[in-house]
């Protein structure tokens, strides 16, 4: 197994570990929502940029029809970096609410990289694995 193969699977797996715990839709509280996980394949595009289309790892509509709520990038220790910023941030950012989720400890430099490319997320989130515990989400 290559370093790549397990970055991707360890990536895979905290953006299906964040849908099913940040985004748990449709719910009780909400029968109209519904979240679509893009990662690892592609399925729902939240608009184009530069005759790209764009697939954030999360989206959460608004069912009939498919109104964008919200969507969520999630990144890891070596997508954190100013090309992340600018073909995914930023035309996600222009799209709709933008959450920007992040390894514990990278929320400085998330920050400090979208000042610099003027990318304005709803929010950014922290996240890691705890061997007991599970996923741990933290505001940033």
């Not at 929502?33 to 939240?46: A, G, I, Q």
């Amino acid at each position: 197994m290559t370093l790549k193969y397990l970055r991707d699977l360890r990536h895979t797996g905290a953006v299906a570990e964040i849908a099913r715990v940040k985004f748990p839709f449709p719910s009780p509280e909400h029968p109209d929502y519904e979240t679509v996980v893009n990662e690892p394949n592609p399925k729902l595009s939240v608009g184009n940029d530069r005759g790209k289309d764009l697939f954030p790892d999360i989206v959460v509509v608004r069912r009939p029809g498919q109104w964008l709520l919200m969507m969520a990038e999630v990144e890891t220790a070596e997508t954190v970096n100013d090309e992340s910023a600018e073909n995914e941030w930023l035309p996600y950012s222009k799209c709709g609410d933008l959450l920007i989720y992040v390894p514990a400890g990278f929320a400085p430099e998330a920050k400090r990289i979208c000042k610099k490319h003027g990318v304005t997320p709803k929010g950014i989130r922290t996240w890691r694995f705890r061997p007991v515990w599970g996923l741990d989400v933290s505001e940033a």
